[in-house]
């Protein structure tokens, strides 16, 4: 089949367009693949995800590449021969241009100050990240993240070109792979140079502004999200919100809000501490109160009881009594936790486990002495009777 000319390549600010409709087969789940000998929409690659829109009514949802030849997944069915009329859904156009430009400014800045590159790029409908291969700290982030945006501010002029392989040949230019044939090179003067086959901005300034939204490390380098124009004034907007609210909860100041909360996350923690104490003690005096003949016990408590007092609860039970010993924590409607324990050697919990997970769907795993689990909205009593008599 014949290539598909790519008229993202001659104008990126092409919103509509005028196109033959050369094949259509029908896809996966009632939709259809159409090739059109010509298209403005921007099929998914280089890690960018591909453009959306309509073509003559129908809905393209998908746009994707093989040997040059570009097919639109469509709602609808499009007629061989007939002329379309395609329509790029400009917003979600314009906000991945958005993106991919800071996020070429970014890595430039990245590759001139500390001679990183970037190894991994992700641009979805709800992020953007870059893997580096190598460690940027806090600092780091911060000067590169204000580097961005002089630059934003500065209106540079976005060259997208394919230069010639004479002229090529002698270019400095970022790439991940080995380029042959056409390459086309998208610089931005004084901040990077790179092999790129996405649309662009025309001017910096159009970016609006870039905000960093999390630096972690990844693979011995790290990996940074950022957010450009509308995408960053929302996620800003979001946090502002949020903001807004907590100093309404907390009744303080913006500026105070993360020591109000160390505050109260510190008085949590005592008063955790402080209620474990007395449930260890009221489960101390209800071990009490067990009568030491009897071989198995198993206990009820409530929901969110710890992990860890749980297994202190089984160890004392089996100090005393020889059978299987248990305690589930939480409520019939929404199911319960549970650990279960024996100290007798001729018994075996993986047996008891099995038992649970046929009969309760239980959910878990442990050894002949132990075993642990969950299970969901169960009537507990019924499931404590068949545990006491297995």
Known sequence: ????????YQDAYLKEFEAE????????????????DRTAFFPEQGGQSSDIGTISGACVSHVSIKDGVISHVTDKELTVGDKVTGAIDWNHRFSNMQQHTGEHIFSGIVNSRYGYDNVGFHLSDSEVTMD???VLTDDDIRDVEMAVNKAIWENIEVKCEFPAKEILDTLQYRSKKELTGDVRIV??????SCACCAPHVARTGEI????????????GGVRVSILCGKRALEYISAQTGVVAELTGLLTTGSDKIVSSVKKLSEENYALKGELSDCREKLIGYELDSIDENKENVFLKK???LDSNLMRKTVNALTEVHKGFCGVFSGDDSIGYKYIIATRDGNRDLRALQNMLHDEYGAKGGGSSAMAQGSMGPVDVASVIIKCESF
């Open 187 to 192: 610089t931005i003067p004084g901040y990077d």
């Open 208 to 219: 609006g502004f870039l905000k960093v939204v999390s630096c972690q490390n990844y693979k």
């Open 21 to 36: 409709v050369l094949s259509c087969s029908e896809g996966r789940d009632g939709s259809f693949l159409v090739v059109l």
């Open 1 to 8: 089949m014949v290539k598909t000319e790519e008229l993202y």
């Open 132 to 134: 580096y291969n190598g």
């Open 302 to 304: 409530e929901s969110g």
